[in-house]
């Protein structure tokens, strides 16, 4: 687990070694046990490693890193799980490794097998390797993007890292904002700016199951090498056991010592459980809460106490959240609205102040087995949408309109209106319509919303498409909508803190398996919300007690009121931001803005979530130009 920078320059350069240090400088917190650059002879390319030490913990398994010839060098961020029976088979063949590093694997996979290497691998990572003798980069991220990389081509060449501050020291870098990622992250859920944006213009991220080739100081092509299967199969609680059980084992792996989260819920207690089963000793767990009557600590020592694990509880200190807050924008480098997030750096804060450096997580569960109230309603919707004619569909579209926005009875004729795989990409555009409208000063409006929505949402489901509403609206959940909450939940806090988070069930088999179930199994009861996640509580059934597993739903920090801390303890400090709002260079329509302030101010219905939005992004510019 670490941190990884890289450069390829258009001409070589003097400024290369420096360059890279000064970007291996920003994301030193993902790595603090050992910073390192490779330069290469023609002055044109480097790599940079920021080192958390986690399988192979002597020098041989520092990066950057190159097979026997040094033909080949990698950084690599995150780990690959199936190393072992990866190496097993490359030794077959005739490799010589030279470590016991999971990621030396993929120098040997890239000398077998060149850019297919990565379909062979099953982990979370984000990695940059440098082939000496073609004179490129290849570059890829994980099929979930579980590990993140961003990237910035320039006049001079093109800058690689794992979180946005890292490419910024590169010259050139157009840091005007990006008007497609701005007016995404204003619209429904998203608390975050999806991919492929981030709020630069010259900075983007690959996304997920995407490989990407750099020569010569350009990006030369960017293609998605992993393209899920959504046919519905027969499925069952054994098989999903099975999974999931392979699934915590590759993850015990370590050579450090391995924890976890234990919130007292389904997911994490399942997790601890199966660790426990498998062998591990002593466990120690963690657990957060608002005070020591939370609820969530409660369930957490009740579990705890059941499963025999050596257990810590922790107080979030509210007075510390804003500092959280703005720390974990600071490393992002960009806004992210989802004060839960301050809890789990808290916590990951304490588990690194333990001696701990990785804990199992149970992020991904709800999106996976439908553990969301609101699942409920779209069990209902996709039970009736296959009986309304297509010929229908115009009329349900117009009948929409006369409803206001965001109601139940508007989204439903929407997605009634709209083909398979086209579903939730028509609430998107439908949104964007009156906000972006009302807020923004975009030029070619209905251009920028086809534009958009098409480049995110439509070409998701090109091959092929669910055909329950539900299946669609909940892989988008996975893949787009709450990243903040799953993929990036298990990578900003965490090593904001320099611990790694490691989470089963964004296992990439366990999340196929899932996909290939019906939807039914995870929602048997469209009108009982706690038989949801039905299949996977039925796979758990004996392992944890039915008292937890049909416990109402409740997420980590679900507790924290979003509108309580913008009226109370933050207040002095929005005030002040929205009186000082930027315009963004004339993107944002900084009256309109402060409008809805004043009606949010006077309890006038406006969601305190479109103002923590505004006041994330005044945050973001804010500490960006520190």
């Known amino acids: 687990m670490c941190g990884i920078t890289a450069l390829c320059t258009v001409e070589p350069s003097d400024d290369l070694e420096r360059l890279s240090d000064a970007m291996l400088a920003q994301i030193k917190h993902r790595g603090p046990d050992l910073q390192a650059s490779f330069v290469a002879r023609n002055g044109r390319i480097s790599l940079g490693h920021a080192r958390l030490s986690i399988v192979d913990l002597s020098p041989c398994g520092s990066q950057p890193m190159p097979n026997e010839t040094e033909d080949l060098w990698l950084v690599c961020n995150g780990e690959i799980y199936n190393h072992v029976e990866l190496r097993r088979s490359l030794e077959a063949r005739g490799h010589r490794f030279r470590s016991r590093s999971d990621c030396e694997t993929i120098l040997h996979l890239y000398e077998e097998h060149g850019e297919a290497a990565v379909d062979h691998l099953h982990g979370m990572f984000a990695f940059v390797l440098y082939d000496v003798k073609a004179d490129a980069l290849f570059c890829a991220r994980d099929r979930l993007g579980k590990k993140p990389i961003v990237y910035a081509e320039t006049r001079t060449g093109v800058a690689l890292a794992s979180e946005v501050p890292a490419v910024l020291p590169m010259p050139g870098i157009d840091t005007s904002v990006e008007p497609a990622a701005l007016g995404l992250y204003m619209l429904r859920n998203l608390r975050h700016i999806p991919d492929p944006w981030t709020l630069y213009r010259g900075v983007r991220r690959l996304p997920p199951g995407h490989a990407m080739r750099i020569a010569h100081g350009r990006v030369e092509r960017i293609w998605r090498y992993w393209r899920p299967d959504f046919t519905t199969r027969p499925g069952s609680p054994a098989a999903l056991r099975a999974a999931f059980d392979r699934a915590v084992a590759l993850r015990r792996v370590a050579d450090v010592e391995v924890g976890a989260l234990l919130s007292g819920g389904v997911d994490s207690s399942a997790i601890v459980q199966a660790m426990i089963a498998q062998g591990s000793e002593c466990v120690r767990t963690y657990a957060m809460g608002r005070d020591a009557d939370d609820e969530e600590l409660a369930r957490a020592r009740t579990m705890a106490q059941e499963l025999g694990t050596i257990h810590r509880e922790f107080t979030f200190d509210a007075g510390r959240q804003h500092d959280q807050f703005e720390l974990l924008i600071r490393n992002h480098g960009e806004p992210i609205v989802l004060l839960p997030l301050t809890f789990a750096l808290e916590l990951c804060q304490h588990i690194r102040d333990d001696g701990l450096r990785v804990v199992l997580t149970g992020h991904g569960a709800d999106e996976l087995f439908y553990g969301y109230d609101g699942n409920n309603n779209l069990a209902l919707l996709s039970a009736v949408l296959p009986f309304v004619p297509t010929v229908m569909r115009p009329i349900l579209g117009a009948a929409a309109s006369r409803f206001s926005a965001r109601s139940p009875m508007r989204e439903a004729l929407l997605v009634a209106a709209s083909p398979a795989g086209a579903r939730k990409a028509a609430l998107y555009r439908d949104e964007a319509r009156s906000l972006w409208r009302d807020l923004f000063c975009f030029q070619d409006l209905d251009r920028l919303i086809e534009d958009t929505v098409a480049e995110w949402l439509d070409l998701w489901f090109q091959d092929q498409r669910p055909d329950a509403y539900i299946d669609e609206a909940n892989i988008i959940g996975l893949m787009h909508e709450n990243s903040h909450s799953v993929t990036i939940a298990g990578d900003l806090p965490a090593m904001a803190a320099s611990v790694e988070a490691r989470c089963p069930f964004l296992d990439q088999e366990l999340v196929q398996l899932a996909w290939n179930m019906d939807y039914h199994c995870k929602v048997p009861r469209i009108f009982d919300k706690s038989r949801n996640k039905g299949v996977l ?34 207040k002095a400090r929005v005030d002040a931001a929205f009186a000082e709002l930027d315009s963004l260079g004339g993107l944002l329509n900084v009256d309109a803005a402060r409008s809805l302030k004043a009606r949010f101010d006077r309890g006038e219905g406006v969601p305190a979530m479109q103002i923590a939005k505004l006041y994330g992004i005044a945050v973001s510019q804010r500490l960006n130009a520190a």
């Open 537 to 570: 509580k039925q796979a758990l059934d004996g392992r944890i007690p039915r008292s937890i597993l049909y416990a109402p739903k409740r997420g980590f920090g679900y507790h924290i009121s979003e509108e309580a801390v913008l009226r109370g303890a933050w």
